[in-house]
């Protein structure tokens, strides 16, 4: 019973039309798409952190100026007050990362992605200096992750439609 039921399953997902975003594995369209973005430098503590987090999602090509893509990432990384206390104190702080990127086909010129992703985090300020001063870091490496992902995400979702409009 348990394997009729499976197999209804099965084929009920095959007939909605979903399909596997990296079908192919490492020699999939998506696959070898993300492998070719060059991922230029990007200015600051936190653009060398997230080239670094864009640079282990991406794969090898990141660093290839010769590659198919050029992902161009501009960041805005904000550290803000939000609780003041009676005493002028500051309790807690807000660290917001921005990203703002565009994905350029280095073959035609053409802007295939131009979008926006961003992340935030709440730091609480305490008595230690040193401890604000690394939770304020470790937000923002955390930030970096999340945001690279957002960005991946969204290249995969380019890179398929791209595929979709691509005679194979």
């Known amino acids: 019973m348990r394997a009729v039921l499976a197999s209804l399953a099965l084929a009920s997902l095959s007939a909605c039309g979903l399909s596997p975003m990296y079908a192919g594995g490492g020699d999939g369209y998506i696959a070898q ?10 200015p600051d503590r936190a653009g060398w952190l997230m080239r670094n987090a864009l640079s282990d999602r991406l794969g090898a ?50 802007i295939l992605l131009d979008a926006t992703a961003g992340s935030d985090a709440g ?13 304020e870091q470790r937000a923002l490496e955390n ?24 005679p194979q």
Do not use: H, K, W
């Not at 010769?66 to 005493?87: H, K, P």
């Not at 807690?92 to 990203?99: D, H, I, K, Y």
């Not at 930030?143 to 691509?166: E, F, M």
């Open 33 to 42: 798409g993300l492998d070719s973005v060059y991922v230029p430098a990007i």
């Open 61 to 110: 090509g990141v660093g290839d100026p010769a590659a198919r893509y050029r992902l161009d990432v501009r960041l805005d990384d904000q550290l803000e007050s939000l609780a003041i206390l009676g005493d002028d104190t500051i309790s807690r702080e807000r660290r917001t990362l921005r990203a703002r990127y565009q994905l350029v086909d280095l073959s035609s010129g053409a």
């Open 123 to 135: 730091i609480d300020v305490v008595s230690s200096e040193y401890a604000t001063i690394a939770a």
């Open 143 to 166: 930030l970096t992750q999340r945001v690279a992902d957002q960005i991946v995400t969204q290249l995969a979702l380019t890179l398929r439609r791209q595929a979709a409009r691509t």
